[in-house]
């Protein structure tokens, strides 16, 4: 199994910017697919994008592509999340995950595939 531990969740106000860390460990990730997924009180979980560990490649949710950006840094085991241009709706608990599931696109929308998630951070964005 794999443990994540998120990080850098906080107050900003709209229009900043927020980067989330996921540090992961306990397995070598180099065949993991790492997503990052929110929730909103009230509200279902949502997708926002993944990352392959192994290959750096990456793929958006249509609500987040051009202000979520997500990189990892193989060195660190950690992968993060830049957010920009932050609007008060993006205010949620964001999770990372990963699962070992080969796959691509949409598959990974789906919270089913992961085996493991960390236990969330806070961001909240004020107007």
């Known amino acids: 199994q794999v443990q994540l531990v998120e990080s850098g969740g906080g107050l900003v106000q709209a229009g900043g910017s927020l980067r989330l860390s996921c540090a992961a460990s306990?397995?070598?990730?180099?065949?993991?697919?790492m997503g990052w997924f929110r929730q909103a009180p009230g509200a279902e979980r949502e997708f926002l994008g993944v990352?392959?560990?192994?290959?750096?490649?990456?793929y958006y949710a249509d609500s987040v592509k051009g202000r979520f950006t997500i990189s990892r840094d193989i060195a660190k085991n950690t992968v993060y999340l830049q957010m920009n241009s932050l609007k008060p709706e993006d205010t949620a608990v964001y999770y990372c995950?990963?699962?070992?599931?080969?796959?691509?696109?949409?598959?990974?929308?789906?919270?089913?595939?992961?085996?493991?998630w960390g236990q969330g951070t806070q961001v909240t964005v004020s107007s």
């Open positions: 995950a990963a699962t070992s599931d080969v796959n691509s696109g949409s598959y990974y929308a789906g919270g089913h595939v992961y085996c493991c």
């Open positions: 306990g397995r070598t990730l180099h065949y993991y697919t």
């Open positions: 990352i392959s560990w192994r290959f750096g490649s990456t």
